[in-house]
Every structure is written in structure tokens, then in C-alpha cells.
């Protein structure tokens, strides 16, 4: 057991150690290639605070372990959704813009809905996971262009003019770093959570939702408590609920089309979970545009709520 949690350990370490090193080296990059700024927040940024959702649910998959892969994307966004979010409303009542309640909300909550239609019967395929990137293309695609519209008169004044320009070998040379470190530690991660649900007899579906879920989020809680704590709700939000579509439609979507997905262990229970966790937020930000504290409060008791009937299941 002790082995397998220092397997845990060192593979978060690893993980997280390169998920920033991989974000910094592509942003670094796509500067260079004078990509806007806008841009890079939309894609580069957001897809590296999940990228160890993403190597870690791949490894999941195929080491032969389905279970851990999906229970890391749908705990991973019950957590973002619920405990990040809560946690981040409690520190500092949070401001939602009207079109994150018009376009992104909804179409996380879809999302979410698609990978309980895809889940239910236990089986992702390639056609199931090839509508999930699909979706993800379109979604990236509106998302670019309407950033690129509306702050077409802003490329300038980003982070281009806020620090130097790393030289270019050696902002490849920390993405692939990065890129390394990443699969090095995942693989390790995978190794030591499917180790420790074999001794304690705990399904890898529940070791999925909890300390697989939680430990590949804690990029976007730092990232969303900083946020928080300096004022800047909207990039909190945003935070999570760019992680959240991420996850489902590219994590599940490329998982599911290299290694198509039995699934067994992942209950209506923890679907239900998902959807609620999207519903709350949408129902709480379109009220008044904005998460108040005592709604953040109510998040994260639902989120404690549920971690303590997983935990129950285990007992």
C-alpha cells in the first residue's frame, strides 16, 4: 500500500511539474509565431490545466483500466464544478459575464448530457468518442472566432509586451520536457491508484472519482483560487468551465477513439452528479450573474455530500 501511495505521489509530482512546463513551452511558442494572445488563453492555456486529466485518463485506458479513465473525467468535473467553484464563490463572490450563461454554461451542461447518453449503456465507442471531438472542433472554432472579434483591438497589449521572449530551442525544449513528464508521471499515477484499489478492494471506478479526480484538478484550483483571491472571477469561471468541456469532449472523445471503453463501475449516482453539477452552475449564475457566497457554500456541501456517500459505498 505504501508503495502504491508513493506511486500516487511521485506521478502528481510528475504530472503537475509538467503540465506547467508544457503550458509555458506552448505558450512561449505560440508567441513566437505570433499567434494572439486571446488565442493562446482560449486553447494552449486552458487545455493545459487539464492536461493531467488527459494523460492520465489515456494511460487509464490503455493499461486495460476504462473504469479509472471516465471516473478521472466525471470526478474531475464534479469537483471543478462543485468544491472549485465553491470554494472560489466563498473567497470572493463571483461576477459571471452574460455570455458564459448564454453559450459556454449550456453547452457544458450538453456535454455532460451526451456523456451520459454515450456512458449509460457501458460501452464508448469510436462513434461515440469521434461526436465528442467533433463537438469539441465546433466548439472551439465559435469560441476562437468571437474572441478574436471582440479583442481584435487588444492583441497587443498581452503578455507579447508583459515579460521578454524566450528563446525558441528552449521553449521547445520545455514543452517536450514538459510533454515527458507528463506521460512519465501518469503512467506512474495510473500504476499506484490501480495498485491501491486492488488492496483495499475499492473499485477503480470510485478510486477515479476521488483521488485520481481530485489530484488531476488541482491544476484549476489554484489557478481558480488565485483568480478568486485577486478579483478576477471571470477567469475562474472560465477556468472551469473551459476544463469541464475539455475534459468530456477531447479528454473522453481522443481516449475513446484510440482505445474504444467498456465501462462498468460508474453509477447513474455519479452521472447524475455531473449533470446536477453543470445545472447548479447555470441556475446559480442566471439568476443575477453571479455566484454569491452562501451559494458557493451550498456548492461545496453538495460536493462533501457526495464524497462522503462515495466513501460510505467503500465502508
Known amino acids: 500500500m505504501l508503495i502504491s501511495l508513493g506511486q500516487i505521489l511521485f506521478g502528481a509530482i510528475f504530472v503537475l511539474l509538467g503540465a506547467d512546463r508544457l503550458t509555458e513551452g506552448a505558450v512561449a511558442v505560440a508567441e513566437r509565431l505570433r499567434i ?28 486495460g483500466t476504462p473504469d479509472l479513465a471516465v471516473g478521472n473525467v466525471v470526478g474531475s468535473n464534479v469537483f471543478n464544478a462543485f468544491a472549485i467553484v465553491g470554494v472560489a464563490a466563498m473567497i470572493a463572490p463571483m461576477t459571471i459575464l452574460r455570455l458564459t450563461v448564454k453559450r459556454d454554461l449550456p453547452f457544458a451542461l450538453v456535454a455532460s448530457l451526451l456523456l451520459v447518453v454515450f456512458g449509460l449503456d457501458g460501452y464508448i465507442g469510436r462513434v461515440d468518442a469521434t461526436v465528442l471531438l467533433l463537438l469539441f472542433v465546433a466548439y472551439m472554432i465559435i469560441t476562437v472566432r468571437q474572441a478574436r472579434t471582440e479583442g481584435s483591438g487588444e492583441e497587443s497589449t498581452g503578455a507579447e509586451t508583459a515579460r521578454p521572449k524566450q528563446r525558441l530551442w528552449l521553449s521547445v525544449f520545455w514543452l517536450v520536457v514538459g510533454l515527458g513528464a507528463l506521460v512519465f508521471g501518469s503512467s506512474q ?6 495498485a491501491m484499489a486492488k488492496s483495499f478492494g475499492v473499485s477503480e471506478a470510485v478510486i477515479g472519482l476521488t483521488i485520481v479526480a481530485i489530484g488531476t484538478s488541482l491544476p484549476e484550483l489554484a489557478t481558480s483560487v488565485v483568480a478568486a483571491r485577486k478579483g478576477n472571477s471571470g477567469i475562474a ?9 475539455f475534459n468530456i469532449l477531447f479528454i473522453i472523445g481522443t481516449t475513446g477513439v484510440i482505445s474504444p471503453m467498456r465501462i462498468s463501475g460508474i453509477t447513474s449516482v455519479d452521472y447524475m452528479m455531473l449533470v446536477l453539477s453543470m445545472l447548479a452552475l447555470w441556475l446559480f449564475s442566471y439568476t443575477r450573474l453571479r455566484i454569491e457566497r452562501w451559494e458557493g457554500g451550498a456548492l461545496l456541501a453538495v460536493f462533501l455530500g457526495y464524497l462522503g456517500w462515495l466513501l460510505y459505498q467503500v465502508v
Open 189 to 194: 499515477f495510473v500504476d499506484g491508484a490501480s
Open 237 to 245: 469561471m472560465g477556468n472551469v468551465i473551459g476544463s469541464n468541456v
Open 36 to 63: 494572439p494572445q486571446i488565442v493562446i488563453g482560449l486553447t494552449v492555456v486552458a487545455m493545459g490545466t487539464s492536461m493531467p486529466e488527459f494523460t492520465v485518463s489515456l494511460a487509464a485506458a490503455l493499461k
